[in-house]
Nanobody, 122 residues
Framework: QVQLEESGGGSVQAGGSLRLSCTAS????????MGWFRQAPGNEREFVAG???????QYADSVTGRFTISEINAQNTVYLEMNRLNLADTGVYYC????????????????WGQGIQVTVSS
């Protein structure tokens, strides 16, 4: 079974930056996609960013230009660099992975991390 381990969450002031990490272990696919969802208090879970094995990236409109997802590296780790954070970015961030980025983006991924809290304050 694939495991996804997230790290890097925490609290930051508005306008600040934070970098999340997600490492996949126990992969059964040679090629796969990884991405991030988030869930703000009182809101439904939403897609944030994703990347294919080939390096094709997709972002939610709300984070485009502020967030950057990395390539999947040799250690099966992907990073989400979050810049110019605002209060709306507060929420639990979930790493997710599946074979196809399309599946990741729709929230139908087979594999999910436990989620890590990101809190942005003014």
């Amino acid at each position: 079974q694939v495991q996804l381990e997230e790290s890097g969450g925490g609290s930051v002031q508005a306008g600040g930056s934070l970098r999340l990490s997600c490492t996949a272990s126990g992969r059964q696919f040679n090629r796969y996609a990884m991405g991030w969802f988030r869930q703000a208090p009182g809101n439904e879970r939403e897609f944030v960013a994703g990347v294919t094995w080939h390096g094709i990236k997709q972002y939610a409109d709300s984070v485009t230009g502020r967030f950057t997802i990395s390539e999947i590296n040799a250690q099966n780790t992907v990073y989400l660099e979050m810049n110019r954070l605002n209060l709306a970015d507060t929420g639990v961030y979930y790493c997710t992975s599946d074979l196809m980025l399309r599946t990741v983006m729709t929230g139908e991924s087979a594999y999910w991390g436990q989620g890590i809290q990101v809190t942005v304050s003014s």
